[in-house]
């Protein structure tokens, strides 16, 4: 298999330097932080429902639907989830009601999520959190909208690069996420950078932090998970198996990454076992699952069309 060593070596330092960060900072519920080990543990614990034995689109959305309306850090997963969706409308929907969370982390997730899918569907929204009371939704709405090729922001981030304005959060939200003492944090300072959508860190690999905490809390290599990620770019033959086998991985952070990397490929064989997931023992493998079930049983095609009419 020809593998770029050079981006398999950029995934596998970041995804080190992340594990390391996190793996000396515990973060209580109190600090008020996007995700925490205790609460992805709480998070699994909790919702026991979000299952599926005999799985279908339907139910597959029904989890996903149910997800995005339960308390924050389930929000959260889902929100990365729907983010691999493209184009898909239904995802859109979900991403773009999320915009208008009361809560501020719900609400940086869903414009993380939404440049995640590179729907343009979703400029219209992002536009709109640029007027967000809030300056951390508002900075991560101006990189997403420029990542998208939308300078929408260009404004507010002149304003921020110069001094006049602050990506901070507001006192309401300033106890619990204080964002100067974060950036002399590395641990912070990696959540922090995914959570924006920065791209320096995990970024490019489309994880959601709060998945990969709960990677590592399970036990997960996430440079096993970032390389399947990077692969599932790659045209190569006999890589769709390979995901497939991955599935069963006894490593809930590999099955998460299969399902995602089988249902972005839209491969339509896979839906059998990648549904099998939706009944995981792990939530955030689950709604991977789901989402990626739904991509693999419309196929490319359905995939297509759908872009098309976004």
Known sequence: MDVSRKSFALAFT???????????????????????????AQTDEDEPELKA???????????LTTAVHKPTQTQIVAL??????????RAAALIRESMNSTELEVRTAAIVAAGQTKN?????????????????AEFTAAV???????????????????GSRTAKPTLMH????????????????????????????????????????????????????????????SRQPGLD????????????GVRAAAAKALGQRHDASAAKP??????????PVRLYAAAAYINCSRGGAASHAAARKS
């Open 14 to 40: 970041l995804s080190l330097c992340f594990a390391s960060g996190l793996a000396q900072k515990q973060v209580s519920d109190a600090d008020g932080k996007i995700v925490t080990s205790a609460s992805a």
């Open 53 to 63: 034995t005999t799985p279908s689109v339907e139910t597959a959305w029904s989890m």
């Open 80 to 89: 990365a989830a729907l983010g691999t969706m493209g184009a898909d409308p």
């Open 120 to 136: 343009r569907a979703l400029i219209p929204a992002l536009r709109e959190r640029l007027k967000d009371p809030e300056p951390q």
């Open 144 to 162: 997403t909208l420029w990542k998208m090729n939308d300078y929408s922001g260009e404004d507010f981030l002149r304003s921020v690069a110069i």
């Open 174 to 233: 300033g106890a619990k996420n204080d964002m100067s003492r974060e950036m002399h944090d590395p641990a912070a300072l990696a959540t922090l950078g995914a959570t924006t959508g920065a791209s320096l860190l995990l970024g490019p690999f489309g994880f959601g932090v709060k998945a990969f905490e709960y990677m590592l809390k399970s036990g997960s290599d996430p440079a096993r998970a970032v390389s399947i990620d990077l692969l599932a770019q």
């Open 241 to 252: 198996a390979e995901f497939i086998n991955a599935l069963s991985d006894k490593d809930p």
């Open 274 to 283: 990648v549904g099998a997931l939706l009944n995981d023992s792990k939530l």
